[in-house]
């Protein structure tokens, strides 16, 4: 049983990024992606709440959510299953008077009635597009100690290029006060890149969107931080652990890939910070006599028959004998029938390769397959 932080609750929102990567959200939503061979995008702010004693966490979805319903279903696995608070999945409410949200202010201002009638103090807002291991209860802290409206985190890093036109950077002060925010910023080198990951006075929140809500401002950060930003004391943390963005499908492939390596894999998950997932009861990975597997990240389920190298494999990826798989990540039930031949391929679930085919791309401009198709 994980300790309990009643003094706050979390709000996610999943479909903030969809646009990032339209490839594979045509039927999930940014928050259901797989992702490090058995995880969800969603897993990473979802477990680091949980780890931190966050027991009332609110996720709000647009669209595409059936996928993600499946994968949370009560929040057993986050020990979010609880009577009081716990996992709430908050589906969109429209009919001929009211449209589907449009931005952070809009989808929070749908759940406000919920909001008043909650107790904890703060809430902690993420996006999911980010894979990170974050201590929110020492976010909390600095908050508490700055004194801040709102506390903010950032990374120090060059802007990615599936970035350049979807993104916040801002500029702190030497006292840790943010002074400015710059949108859709093109500059090179490194910037203070914002990670969209808030904490604010639950109460404080509720006025802010109300006072945006009766004005029809819908952006969180364009019309309610970068306009207040003299009068809201906006306080910036900078980030320094191992974050995986995914923001278009170049990468999606490269941030698994990087997993390849004990260094990035022992960041992301270390031991005292785990990362859950809904379980899946599979037998051991079973490699046959006569394969061959070098420096991959496989998941457990799998069957290996062929050659498997530089790979992130899936449960449940199935590798025929003669086949051969590299530089690849392909995701749960994918089968490469015999003598089938990837390179630099990404494959969504439930794929099938057939024998001798040959699939070939390129590390920056990996093939992708569908999810369910036979090639």
Same mark, same amino acid.
């Given at each position: 049983m994980l300790s309990q932080n009643t003094n706050a609750l979390g709000i996610i929102f999943p479909n903030s990024f969809d646009n990032s990567i339209p490839e594979m959200v045509t039927e999930r939503t940014m928050a259901s992606i797989p992702f490090a061979g058995r995880y969800r995008m969603i897993d990473f702010p979802l477990s680091s709440m949980a780890n931190c004693g966050i027991t009332n966490v609110s996720v709000i979805v647009r669209q595409?959510? #059936?996928?993600?319903?499946? #994968?949370? /279903? *009560? /929040? &057993? +696995?986050?020990?979010? *299953?609880r009577r009081r608070g716990g996992l709430t999945i908050w589906p969109p409410f429209a009919d001929r008077n009211v449209k589907l949200y449009n931005g952070r202010v809009e989808a929070i201002a749908s759940i406000l009635g919920y909001l008043e009638n909650q107790r904890e103090k703060y809430v902690i807002m993420s996006d999911t597009n980010l894979a990170a291991n974050i201590d929110y209860n020492s976010m909390l802290a600095e908050h508490q100690k700055s004194g801040a409206d709102i506390t903010m985190l950032y990374r120090r890093v060059e802007i990615p290029a599936g970035l350049r036109d979807d993104n916040c950077t801002v500029s702190v002060g030497e006292d840790g006060r943010v002074t400015e925010f710059l949108f859709n910023d093109f500059r090179p080198g490194t910037q203070n890149l914002s990670m969209n990951v808030y904490a604010i006075d639950r109460v404080t929140l509720i006025k802010l969107i109300k006072d945006a809500t009766s004005r029809g401002i819908f952006s969180f950060e364009r019309e309610i931080l970068a306009h207040n930003v003299n009068v809201l004391n906006v306080h910036a943390i900078e980030y320094t652990g191992y974050v995986a963005c995914v923001c278009n499908m170049k990468s999606y492939f490269d941030e698994n890939m990087k997993l390849i390596e004990d260094a990035n894999l022992d960041a992301l998950f270390p031991m005292t910070s785990p990362v859950y997932t809904k379980t899946r009861d599979d037998n051991p990975t079973r490699y046959v006599t006569g394969s061959h597997v070098e420096n991959s990240l496989i998941a457990d389920g799998c069957c290996i028959e062929g050659s498997v190298e530089n790979c992130v494999l899936f449960r449940g990826v199935v590798v025929k004998k003669g086949a051969s798989v590299k530089n690849c990540v392909?995701?749960?039930? %994918? @089968?490469? +029938?015999? +003598? *089938?031949?990837? %390179?630099?391929? @990404? %494959?969504?679930?439930? @794929? &099938?390769i057939t024998a001798g085919k040959g699939l070939s791309g390129t590390e920056s401009f990996p093939v992708y397959v569908a999810k369910r198709h036979t090639v």
């Open positions: 595409n959510y #059936h996928s993600l319903m499946d #994968h949370l /279903g *009560a /929040g &057993r +696995e986050w020990d979010l *299953a392909l995701m749960q039930d %994918t @089968v490469v +029938e015999p +003598e *089938a031949q990837l %390179t630099c391929v @990404v %494959t969504d679930k439930n @794929v &099938r």
